[in-house]
């Protein structure tokens, strides 16, 4: 590896890896294609981790390692490693996942021949705790399409956001909000990609996603594996529950009055309004979100009878905090 500017920065956020780490770590540091850095962001881990990461620091000097004094939550951390890169193109990392030796270089070399492509990622295989494979990830989205308003649509389908750890052009990046602190944070962002830019899939399984209670998937969208197919079929419950999946998100959400199925249609409104689209192809963008999201009424519904519950249990504290005197809470 020269002196200069490495050709991909790879973005592993983690908080309390320990478990996994280790093993994520060397898949990274195996990978065929080797001039990168690798950026970690530790979320002020209160196991091994901080140790477990300046001990690979110490050996291999294209890894970075920062560690946050308080918990910024999984989006601010996200957001931390893109802000610490500078590369050309950029990889997110999960502490938890591992990869194909030639992942990497494969990716690479698909975003080096077509400047079309803005995203290269592989198909997706689950693992267990242990590491073995048990199953593939069978949800295929056409987002090679050309028109930017057909990806869009592609998108907008029900599926797990694995094309995040795929290695993405710095650039395109850069023209994108960066992630948000609300539910289905991942797949806006993809979304939002998807307007810029094709996606390529390589037709190789190469990336490994590990399955265990510790994830975020398992914690908040515990059926989660029964969208494995190439048509899912959902029902409203099994949807994840983007409640908790926003403080998981942004820890300041905590105790917030949120309306998260509101705000994920206020963020396809906004993906749709702030593109470079023309008018056709925002009619369209707008004309999918009507027929993808039509069923699902239902969860803008709930939120606003969530919200009315939780204004009436504060009114009702405040008044037995005031001891029967007038009282105005305040709701954040």
């Known amino acids: 590896m020269?002196?200069?500017?490495?050709?991909?920065s790879i973005g592993l956020p983690v908080y309390n890896g320990e478990k996994y780490l280790q093993e994520s770590l060397d898949s990274l540091l195996a990978q065929t294609f080797e001039d990168f850095e690798l950026i970690i962001s530790d979320n002020a881990s209160t196991d091994k981790t901080e140790e477990i990461c300046r001990t690979?620091?110490?050996?291999?000097?294209?890894i970075r390692y920062y560690r946050n004094e308080t918990n910024i939550g999984c989006a601010g951390n996200f957001n931390r490693v893109v802000e610490l890169a500078s590369s050309e193109y950029f990889?997110?990392?999960?502490?938890?996942?591992?990869?194909?030796?030639d992942m990497v270089q494969k990716c690479i070399d698909v975003l080096e021949k077509d400047p079309t492509y803005i995203l290269c990622?592989?198909?997706?295989?689950f693992i267990d705790e242990q590491g073995n494979f048990f199953q593939h990830y069978g949800i295929k989205l056409n987002t090679n399409l050309v028109k930017p308003h057909e990806r869009f649509h592609e998108l907008l389908t029900k599926h797990l956001c694995y094309q995040m750890y795929g290695v993405i052009r710095h650039s395109a990046l850069k023209k994108i909000p960066p992630m948000g602190g609300y539910g289905n944070a991942d797949g806006i962002l993809l979304l939002r990609l998807g307007l810029?830019?094709?996606?390529?899939?390589i037709p190789e399984?190469?990336?490994?996603a590990r399955c265990h209670p510790g994830q975020s998937l398992s914690m908040f969208f515990p059926n989660y594996l029964s969208f494995n197919?190439?048509?899912?079929?959902?029902?409203?419950?099994?949807l994840p529950n983007f409640y908790d999946y926003a403080v998981w998100f942004?820890?300041?959400?905590?105790?917030?009055?949120?309306l998260p199925h509101w705000r994920i249609l206020k963020e396809y409104w906004f993906s749709i309004n702030q593109s470079e689209l023309n008018w056709y192809e925002r009619l369209c963008c707008h004309f999918s979100m009507a027929k993808k999201l039509s069923g699902t009424e239902w969860l803008l519904i709930k939120d606003l009878l969530v919200a009315a519950k939780i204004l009436l249990s504060n009114k009702q504290k405040a008044l037995i905090n005031s001891d029967g005197q007038d009282a105005h809470p305040t709701i954040v």
């Open 2 to 8: 020269n002196n200069q500017q490495p050709k991909l």
């Open 56 to 62: 690979y620091a110490a050996q291999d000097k294209r």
């Open 91 to 101: 990889k997110w990392a999960a502490y938890d996942d591992l990869h194909a030796p």
């Open 121 to 125: 990622h592989s198909q997706t295989s």
């Open 196 to 201: 810029l830019g094709r996606f390529y899939e």
């Open 205 to 208: 399984y190469l990336f490994f």
């Open 229 to 238: 197919n190439n048509n899912p079929q959902y029902s409203l419950n099994m």
């Open 250 to 258: 942004d820890s300041s959400n905590k105790g917030k009055l949120l």
